[in-house]
Structure formats: C-alpha cells, structure tokens
C-alpha cells in the first residue's frame, strides 16, 4: 500500500544478503571526499538544489527565505523573504523547492519555481496549520521571485512529521511529501493517525483535502489532478502513495524513478 512497504523488504533482503557476504572481501576501495565549509549563519537550512546557474538554491525553514549561494565563496543573495510562513516548531515553515527543468532556458513558461510551506488558515488568534505550494516567476535581471500563484492550498498539516518534500519528476509532474502529523506520538499521541485513510469521491469533488494525511501527492503543475494518477478504490485523487509516516527524503533518479525515505 506504499513504497515504503516495498522499500522495507528490499532493505531485509539486502541485509541479509550482506550478512552472508566475506568481510575480507573488498569489490571497491572507499572513495575520497573533501570537505569545506560553502556557507554559515543560515536559518534553519533545509532544501538545498543545484540551479543551472550553477548557484546553490535553497530555502531557510525558520528564516522563510528563499537564497541562491555562490559555491565558490559562499556568498549568498535572497530570492524572496515568505513571512505569512508559519513555523513555531522545528519542522513546519519554509520547506520544498522545486525548479522548472527548463528554467533559465528562455521557453515561454517554464522561468518557474516552486515552493511548499505552511501558514496559518485562521482569522484574528485561532491557529489553522496549513500546508500548501506556490509558484513563482524567476526575475533573470533582479534575481528575485515574483508574481506568486498558488498551486494547492489548504493541505493538512501539523507540528510534527510534516513532510513538505517536494519535487518535478521526468513527467513535469509535481510531486509532494505529507507526513502523518505525528499522530499516536509524542505530545499528538492521542490523534488518530489518518495514513491509511483515503479520500473519498465527495472529499475530492469539495476539494476537501483532510484525508490527506500520510501520503505523496502527484499533481499537474498547475495543482489540479493528473488524469493518469492511480484510482484507488475508485476515487481518483491527487493521492499517489499512501500509508507514510514521515516522509522527508523525496528525489528523481536518473531513469525517472522516484526515490522516497522517511525518518
């Protein structure tokens, strides 16, 4: 029921395979790495991608900002400053960039960039977590983010296991990571854990997105639903995965494959 399922009884295959291995065998001498510092004093870091301008992209998830580094000599600049970012705990906030493969490359439509964050759904003091993804305009002259649009909103989100990986595969399709919101742990053990539950048609036709706890999310890049996403019992949804419970690794392989860990 999800690619972690899977993923974990590839991972006891391999252990075990390797427990029968010799140790006095080596097939491959270690490889050598050097290490630098490239930057300090940043915000809460956490997505870091390689833009075609050859610069460091990344998002500070406690400084709700969006900052593009120079590899060389670390100096960096900020693309956009998100401060309706909701972030009171150590995971919600500022978190997935995603680049438009053909960004920079001078093709109408295409100079995007996507961002996934949380924020606050609620007038005056109440607190309504929300999870969402926003596309931006790549500005070449002013190297800035403009003209915001939002892709999807009001996805579920909470204090823990949040997720918010977020990715273009080979099939320019968006591809987003929600964590089961810590559910049945910790200070939320008393939530229900809703990972296993999936939308039903009339959730969907709402665009009621509660059931979306502990799933990858596949969507068109302007956030609606892809015609070719897996009915699953018969409602077609954005959901692509489901049963997951704190998915923060999310990547495309070279073949297109996607790759997913969670803690």
């Not at 301008?53 to 600049?77: F, H, K, L, M, S």
Request: aromatic residues 8%.
């Amino acid at each position: 029921r999800s690619l972690i399922g899977a993923l974990g009884v590839a991972f006891v295959l391999v252990s075990v395979a390797t427990a029968r291995q010799d140790p006095t065998i080596v097939t491959n001498p270690p490889e050598k790495f050097s290490m630098r510092v490239v930057a300090t004093g940043l915000d809460g870091p956490w997505e870091i991608t390689w833009g075609p301008d050859q610069q460091i992209w990344a998002t500070e998830r406690r400084g709700r900002r969006v900052i593009r580094i120079n590899p060389a000599d670390g100096t960096r600049t900020t693309l956009l400053s998100l401060p309706e970012a909701h972030t009171t705990f150590t995971q919600d906030g500022l978190l997935g960039l995603a680049l438009h493969p053909d960004l920079m490359k001078g093709l109408v439509g295409s100079n995007y960039v996507y961002i996934a964050f949380t924020y606050d759904d609620a007038a005056g003091p109440a607190l309504a977590r929300r999870l969402g993804i926003r596309r931006y305009q790549y500005e070449e002259k002013t190297r800035t983010l403009s003209s915001p649009v939002d892709v999807i909103m009001g996805l579920p989100t909470h204090d823990d296991h949040v997720g918010g990986r977020l990715v273009i595969g080979r099939d320019l399709k968006l591809y987003l990571t929600i964590g089961d919101q810590g559910s049945n742990f910790g200070a939320n053990r008393c939530n229900a854990n809703h990972a296993q539950d999936l939308p039903t048609q009339s959730q969907v036709k709402k665009q009621d997105w509660t059931g979306y706890q502990g799933k990858i999310l596949r969507l068109n890049l302007d956030g609606s639903i892809p015609e070719d996403n897996p009915a699953i019992n018969g409602v077609r949804s954005h959901v692509f995965s489901y049963g997951h419970r704190n998915p923060l690794g999310l990547i495309v392989g070279p073949k297109g494959e996607i790759y997913e860990s969670e803690h």
